[in-house]
């Protein structure tokens, strides 16, 4: 794929990921209008308003997130699956969610054509995290919020780290990478990023 040549050629050495998202056909996660241009590193529209992130960006979150083999992962902004995918090869559990039951349907349909088995997706608000299932060892989110969502922090293993973006919707957001520790939490700023805005409640 064109945009993983470029990740190498721009710097990106993290073997893991790149191998990660080798594993992954992103033209499978693209329908309709804008599937020609998949293997191009922009991002591209989806259904619902939503948007698949670009892929350099994509990298540089899932490279910041440090998943292991073991890890139980939890995302935020299923939208087209990609992301999620691209995960999936990296830790040994990924549960995604979203607040549109339309994205999340369409993306469960590609994990069972791509044989993904240990992603679990749902349809819930995504700021208030999966209760049930937590502590996560890693949470990503994909939709930028004003702050880190506190059901999000509280759900974060001790030693683990969550990576968002962080900043009003309608302006450059900062990529911000969670560490939590015994005392509280460590945060270091990454880069600008731009992402669509995390929204309460379910989508119609
Ligand atoms: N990770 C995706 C890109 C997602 S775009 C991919 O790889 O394609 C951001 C997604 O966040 C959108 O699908 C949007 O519906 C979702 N979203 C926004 N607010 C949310 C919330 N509160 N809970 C869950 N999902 C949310």
């Known amino acids: 794929m064109q945009f993983l040549f470029n990740l190498r050629s ?27 241009r998949a293997y191009e590193d922009t991002p591209l529209p989806i259904a619902c308003g939503q948007t698949i992130s670009q892929p350099s960006i994509v990298a540089l979150m899932t490279a910041a997130l ?15 699956g ?3 995918a691209i995960l999936s090869h990296l830790a040994r559990r990924v549960y995604t969610v979203d607040r549109h039951r339309k994205l999340v349907r369409a993306a469960r349909a590609i994990f069972e054509a791509e044989n993904i088995a240990n992603i ?6 995504g700021s208030w995290g999966l209760e ?13 919020s004003e702050d880190p969502p506190g ?3 509280a759900q974060l293993r001790i030693g683990g780290i969550m990576v968002l973006p962080v900043g ?19 945060y270091n700023e ?15």
């Open 151 to 153: 059901p999000l922090l």
């Open 10 to 36: 721009q710097g990106m050495t993290d073997t893991r990921v790149l191998n990660a998202m080798e594993k992954v056909d992103r033209g499978q996660y693209i329908r309709g209008t804008f599937s020609d």
């Open 132 to 144: 049930q299932l937590a502590p996560f060892d890693r949470i990503i989110l994909t939709a930028a």
């Open 82 to 84: 990609y992301q999620a």
């Open 120 to 125: 679990t997706a749902f349809t819930a608000d």
């Open 66 to 80: 440090d998943v292991q083999p073991r890890d139980k992962v939890l995302e935020i902004g299923t939208g087209s």
């Open 190 to 204: 990454l880069r600008p990023v731009r992402f669509v805005p995390l929204l309460e409640g379910l989508g119609k």
């Open 168 to 186: 009003q919707s309608d302006t450059v957001q900062t990529l911000v990478k969670v560490l939590k520790t015994e005392s509280g939490f460590d």
